[in-house]
């Protein structure tokens, strides 16, 4: 066990610290609303000579993850931030530094796409780059942000897969907490040296990379992508069992949180689940068997993992901070309802959309939904897919 | 400077096999480029003709270190490498001199990766950024481009009944980037081995951002016999309609033809501009000559005011 510093810090200064931390050879990023104090704190810790890095202010978030792409491919440890449009321009940059296995870290603050333009907090930014072949990883709050940036390098380097750590626009990113933080040389130790396989400044042994594959290759490429995205999940729990035995601290691929004996559960992530916890605590004083699951990996998608965990509920409330835009339901539903479909469960799940650009969403808001679970769960008529807190 | 007989004995870094055209003027741009450079250089290419003929999976016509990411970033992209490099030599990590040279066509250096190479030359990365310009987009069949001089047919400004090809004049990109004060700003062509390779050798002499802009004539999007790609470079040059310069910190230097020929010998060559032979484009002819002539005046001008200019040595 490792001795930890009890801080307060915002969730964008646990990002920023975790990276001084890790110390990356090249940081490329763009200021945007609520990320921008990522970069802007980690740009201090490069003037004040705290951290070996390079720093690339670049002129836009394609540029940061094309700047990344090339540091990468050329060996670097490279890491980067950003939010909502920012994401959107990098789209393209993200599906191609994932094809070519670089293991880049982007700490992504989200905050809702436009248009209607609006800096506040909802997923639609995360869940729009969702098949982009990053992995994804949500955070509850300042700890969470900092703890999973610290094993998303580990992560990124031994899957060959790119990961995206993302908190809770303005919720999480300005809001301070109490954390812990680790060292600064547990930190050197627990993330390790890295050493590339194969990388663009080895004259050694020169390569091309982002070579033209056509119908006889491109197709074997993917493949071996996609397995690689399968495998990940071992190695996010390999990396959290590591990390659990030098913090005390545990990860998995979600959270069962007061799940022993549970009937009813919302599922959530982000920051949401905290507020969550508060509801859940007080229906089980009030003897009500309500549990919550907390997804922290969405991609790779904890599949079996989470239709398992599901399995012996009565009903499910899933609630999603962005829309699928597929007129029926949100992201996150789509991926429960196929996951439950495949284990051969027929279960009652509503799925609630909620908080976008920001909308807050309140204890009575999830007492809410609880009872309607609870209505459900006995057989009443409940709307399947509901807009909460919404005017209409 | 090396003569052709050094050139020739050198390791080829980029080697035949490729699937170019017959009289492409990329791949000996690339080539040369390449001969001049040396080993100990890592290229980054925008996508294009020139990433899409010499990297076709598994074969590759580059010996040394290559990436390739997407279209409009190969600066952003070689940024990334340089800054890496600087990392590691700072942290003692690596000991080699590197050069870094990008490559990227017209489409993806006029236009769509504008931005990326105004940004990449802004903050100062030691890069080489190498435009093969052949006027138009010619890895998708032929569009215009920014590069595309006016009057030229293309398939998305084509000469029909009304239209007598593109209608606007080409930007001048050499300026623009002259315009951020880099430490050399060049341009070259096709048909000169001697200028191309000593401006890449000169370029890689100087510390800081560079950039050199080669016409290349295309036999393809052009339309003239494969053999001739050399000599339409260097009417191109004759005639002023791509005079050869550099601007080494903010000064000029103008290497002039012993005789200004009429854009015509140029022109005549080539299907793109057959049209305007007819007589009733007479007027739209000697538009394009009078825009010549003024544009090599103004070079000129430049060149003997700029002299005058004292540069501060930098703090």
């Known amino acids: ?392 | 400077m090396a003569n052709l007989k050094d050139l020739s004995k050198q390791k080829v870094l980029f080697t035949g096999g490729h699937r170019a055209c017959a009289g492409c003027g990329a791949a000996i741009v690339a080539r040369q480029v390449m001969m001049a450079a040396g080993p100990n250089t890592v290229v980054v290419s925008a996508t294009g003709c020139l990433e899409v003929v010499s990297t076709i999976f598994p074969y590759t016509a580059w010996a040394g270190p290559f990436l390739h990411s997407a279209f409009e970033n190969a600066a952003a992209t070689v940024s990334g490498v340089e800054a890496l490099y600087k990392s590691w030599i700072r942290q003692g990590k690596y000991n080699k001199k590197l050069n870094f040279i990008a490559f990227g066509g017209d489409g993806g250096t006029y236009d769509i990766g504008l931005q990326s190479l105004s940004g990449a030359m802004e903050r100062g990365h030691n890069i080489l950024y190498v435009c093969y310009n052949n006027e138009a987009y010619m890895n998708t069949g032929v569009q215009r481009s920014g590069a595309t001089p006016k009057g030229a047919d293309t398939t998305t400004a084509p000469v029909g009944k009304v239209k007598k090809g593109k209608e606007q004049y080409r930007k001048d990109l050499t300026a623009i980037m002259a315009a951020h004060n880099i430490p050399y700003a060049a341009q070259s062509v096709v048909g000169n081995w001697r200028d191309l390779t000593s401006k890449v050798e000169k370029a890689l002499s100087i510390e800081g951002p560079k950039f050199i802009n080669v016409f290349q004539p295309c036999r393809l999007g052009w339309s003239y016999d494969p053999a001739k790609t050399c000599e339409i470079g260097r009417l191109a040059v004759e005639t002023c309609s791509w005079p050869l310069y550099e601007v080494i910190d903010g000064q000029y230097k103008v290497s002039k033809p012993k005789e200004k020929k009429p854009v015509t010998e140029f022109i005549k060559m080539q299907g793109r501009f057959r049209h305007l032979l007819k007589p009733e484009n007479k007027a739209l002819l000697d538009d394009i000559q009078a825009i010549i002539d003024k544009n090599w005046e103004s070079l000129l001008k430049k060149e003997t005011c700029f002299a005058q200019v004292v540069s501060p040595k930098p703090a």
């Open chain 1, 1 to 392: 066990m490792v001795n930890s510093n009890i801080v307060a810090r915002t969730g964008n200064e646990a990002m920023a610290e975790a990276m001084r931390q890790i110390n990356p050879d090249v940081v490329a990023a763009y200021p945007i609303t609520p990320a921008t104090e990522v970069v802007q704190i980690f740009a201090s810790y490069v003037a004040d000579g705290l951290v070996d890095t390079e720093f690339v202010p670049v002129e836009s978030e394609h540029s940061a993850m094309s700047a990344c792409i090339g540091s990468a491919a050329a060996g670097g440890r490279t890491m980067t931030g950003t939010s909502s449009q920012g994401l959107a321009l990098m789209a393209e940059m993200l599906y191609i530094a994932a094809g070519l296995r670089l293991p880049i870290v982007l700490a992504d603050v989200n905050r809702a796409l436009s248009s209607p333009i609006n800096i506040h907090c909802d997923h639609s930014d995360t869940m729009m780059v969702k098949e982009s072949g990053w992995v994804q990883i949500f955070s509850e709050n300042c700890q969470e942000a900092y703890d999973n940036m610290l094993q998303a390098i580990r992560i990124a380097e031994t899957a060959k897969i790119p990961v995206v750590v993302t908190t809770d626009g303005f919720i999480i990113s300005h809001g301070m907490e109490r954390m812990e933080m680790l060292s600064d040389a547990d930190v050197k130790k627990f993330v390790g040296e890295y050493k590339p396989e194969n990388y663009l400044l080895n004259l050694e042994k020169p390569i091309t990379i982002g070579a033209l594959d056509l119908t006889d290759y491109y197709f074997e490429h993917k493949r071996q992508q996609i397995e690689a995205i399968r495998n990940s999940k071992k190695v996010i729990l390999d990396v959290a069992k590591d990390f659990a035995a030098k913090t005390g601290r545990s990860y998995g691929l979600f959270e069962q949180y007061k799940m022993d004996g549970a009937e009813i559960a919302v599922i959530a992530m982000g920051s949401t689940a905290g507020t969550a916890k508060v509801v859940v605590n007080a229906l089980r004083k009030k003897g009500v068997k309500a549990g919550l699951i907390k997804p922290r990996v969405f991609r790779p998608f904890p599949k079996e993992e989470l239709a398992d965990a599901l399995a012996g509920l009565k009903a499910v409330a899933v609630m999603d901070r962005s829309d699928s835009m597929n007129a029926h339901e949100g992201p996150l539903c789509v991926e429960i309802k196929a996951a439950l479909f495949d284990k051969g469960v027929s279960k009652t799940v509503l799925n609630y959309v909620y908080g976008l650009g920001g909308r807050e969403i309140k204890l009575e808001d999830i007492e809410f939904v609880f009872g309607e679970l609870a209505d459900a769960a006995k057989g009443k008529p409940v709307s399947r897919v509901s807009y909460l807190g919404v005017r209409e």
